[in-house]
């Protein structure tokens, strides 16, 4: 009897981690089109995207073949071969995420300088020494609110400018806001790291228009949101959907903080909504 009280206990155990495990996941779909806007036949197109971090099950509309960066990321990469002149091919992107999910936890690369995330720049460092706390959570704070203040949002800027830029002209968009804090908490010695996703709410449909880009810092033994652009600190986790740690990867074929990229001629990229 007592045997088979602590196997039920056991597959009791195992179904309600199995329901909390489901319970803290939420669907989301995304898509892009794939469109020949030349006037011969497109051969070879190949389009890497990412999978979202968290990701517990994924189906796609279309064949790939996923690729993993030095930082954990998932890259899937689709390969189109002769797309007729004018004409268009879809994928479709379907998965259970979990928005908690952080991936791997080791802090080390996310101490470091990197292209745009200039934390051993003397501008950088003298400002970091300022904005030093009694503890990490108070410097992070401090940090976060030198940032969300001094900072202007200067609209959408196509491509990143970096955080030197963000303290010299105290404006950018929310890869400004981004690369500047995290490269003040890394001078500082704190781990923290730039993410690309989708704000949502309810719908589990990504748009193209909620792409954002936000920090996350490792403090009391996890990784943080913090938004300096939108005034978030450490709160509103579940809006926030991860697609990719954005960082100096060697193995990933989409650079920086992009969401995409593609190779082919004539080839036009449009997110589904």
Request: aromatic share 10%.
């Amino acid at each position: 009897m007592a045997k088979h009280m602590h196997i039920a206990v056991i597959v009791l155990i195992a179904i309600t981690a199995a329901i909390s495990i489901h319970a803290a996941t939420r669907p989301i779909h995304y898509g892009f089109t794939i469109t020949n806007t030349g006037s011969t036949v497109a051969k070879e197109v190949q389009f890497w995207t990412y999978a979202p971090i968290g990701q517990c099950s994924l189906q796609t509309s279309v064949p790939y073949q996923l690729i993993t960066d030095d930082l954990g990321n998932q890259i899937l990469h689709f390969t189109f071969n002769n797309i007729p002149p004018h004409a268009a091919r879809i994928i479709t992107i379907e998965a259970d995420v979990n928005p908690a999910a952080k991936g791997n936890k080791d802090t080390r690369p996310y101490l470091k300088a990197e292209p745009f995330c200039e934390a051993d720049d003397p501008a950088i460092r003298a400002l970091a020494k300022e904005l030093q706390g009694p503890t990490a959570r108070q410097t992070v704070e401090n940090i976060y609110k030198w940032v969300s203040t001094n900072v202007k949002y200067a609209g959408y800027l196509k491509n990143p400018r970096g955080a030197l830029y963000a303290l010299k002209y105290r404006k950018g968009d929310c890869t400004e806001y981004m690369y500047l804090f995290v490269a003040l908490c890394r001078a500082n010695k704190i781990p923290a790291r730039g993410i690309g996703g989708y704000l949502v709410n309810s719908n589990p449909v990504l748009k193209p228009d909620a792409y954002h880009n936000w920090a996350e810092c490792y403090i009391d033994g996890a990784w943080k949101i913090i938004d300096p652009q939108r005034k978030v600190f450490m709160a509103d986790q579940a809006m926030y959907i991860p697609l990719h740690i954005i960082g100096d990867a060697l193995k990933n074929p989409i650079a920086g903080p992009y969401k995409f990229a593609f190779k082919g001629d004539g080839i036009q990229i449009e997110m589904n909504r």
